[in-house]
Every structure is written in structure tokens, then in C-alpha cells.
């Protein structure tokens, strides 16, 4: 009988060391995820700082095009108050599927602007429109080079989340699935930005 306790005694500090391995790595896993998306979340952030100056200083030559300045500043707001809705919490799902959406929207909606604003030879030769351009060029660049981080981030999660032994306690533990975070508009846009204001000022090209 003591024979027979030792082994069960072994086994349990196995399967113990085994489930305290999968619950670290799930843990690791899901602070990368974390990790991942709040760089996201401070590129957005960053590009929504930057459309309030492009409008206003769009709006004094583009005296015409008032919808197309409002459809950006509406899209802007959706796309905010989106990311107010996620706070950081890549495992609300619904919230994370409206923040791709309105990110995509309002990618759209600067696309029309900048293309619209091409007509305008004085407005793209305005100094502050061209710096801002650079800037929201560059910004859109990082938010693609993040969000391909993260969606791999998440791949990992999930992929290990749901392989054997992780799928039989990841759930009760409280480790959520994340969600992958798709912007439609996102290369269009990027394009549509970086080439904007190529005969003014050199622009840097999007990787696609």
C-alpha cells in the first residue's frame, strides 16, 4: 500500500506540474496579447490627435467640400468612442468588431479627404498640411506593422488556448479567447495617404 500511495503521490505532483506549466504559458500567452494590442491602441490614438488639425486646416481651402470634412470628423468620433468601448480588453468581442469597423470607416473617410484634397494645388503646397500628411503617413504605417503583430500574437494565444491539456482548464481559469482585429480599409487608405503629396514633399511609401 505504501508503494501504491507513493505513485499516486508522484502522479499527482506531475499532473500539479503540468497544469501549474500550462496555467503559466496561457498567462505568458495572453500578457503578450495584452501587450500587443495596447501598442495598437497608442498608434490609434495617435492618428486620432492628428485629424483635428488636418481638418481645420483643410477647411480653409476646401470651402466646397463640407461633407467630406464631416464625414471624418463623425468617423473619428465612432471611431473613438469604439476604442472607449474596448478599453484595452482584447477578449470583448462584440467591442473589438465595432473598433474594426469604425478604424475602417474612418479610413475611408481620409482616403476621400486626401484624394479630394489633391484638386487643391494651394492646399498641398500649405506647410502644415504637407508635416501633417508625413505624420499621419508614418502613424499609418506603425498602426499596420502592430496590427500584424498582434493578430500573430492572438494566433499563438489562441492555437495553444485550444490545443490539449491547455482546452481542458483554459476556460474554467478564466482565459478568454481574443479577438483579431481586422481594418478592410486600413491598405487602401495607407496608399491613398502616402501619395497624397508625392510632387510637394517625398512620402514614405506603406508596406503592403
Known amino acids: 500500500m505504501l508503494t ?4 499516486v503521490l508522484a502522479l499527482l505532483v506531475v499532473v500539479a506540474l503540468v497544469l ?7 498567462v505568458t500567452l495572453r500578457e503578450r ?16 490627435d492628428l485629424i483635428p488639425n488636418l481638418v481645420e486646416t483643410a477647411k480653409g481651402y476646401l470651402r466646397h467640400e463640407r461633407a467630406t470634412l464631416e464625414a471624418v470628423v463623425q468617423a473619428r468620433a465612432a471611431a473613438t468612442q469604439a476604442r472607449v468601448e474596448v478599453s484595452g480588453d482584447s477578449a470583448n468581442l462584440a467591442a473589438m468588431g465595432r473598433l474594426g469597423a469604425t478604424e475602417s470607416a474612418l479610413g475611408g473617410a481620409l482616403g476621400r479627404l486626401l484624394a479630394v484634397a489633391e484638386a487643391y494645388p494651394d492646399l498641398k503646397a500649405d506647410r502644415t498640411m504637407m508635416q501633417l500628411t ?13 496590427r500584424q503583430n498582434y493578430n500573430d500574437q ?3 494565444y489562441q492555437t495553444y488556448k485550444a490545443s490539449f491539456p491547455p482546452v481542458l482548464i483554459a476556460g474554467s481559469l478564466g482565459f478568454r479567447d481574443s479577438a483579431y482585429l481586422s481594418l478592410d ?5 495607407r496608399e491613398n495617404v502616402a501619395v497624397s503629396f508625392d510632387d510637394v514633399v517625398p512620402s514614405q511609401r506603406s508596406a503592403r
Open 33 to 48: 496579447v495584452r501587450t500587443a494590442f495596447a501598442q495598437i491602441d497608442v498608434q490609434l490614438e495617435r492618428r486620432h
Open 134 to 146: 508625413e505624420e499621419l503617413t508614418t502613424t499609418e504605417n506603425k498602426i499596420a506593422f502592430a
Open 154 to 156: 492572438v494566433n499563438t
Open 4 to 7: 501504491s500511495l507513493l505513485v
Open 185 to 189: 480599409a486600413t491598405a487602401e487608405k
Open 20 to 26: 501549474a506549466g500550462v496555467y503559466n504559458r496561457l
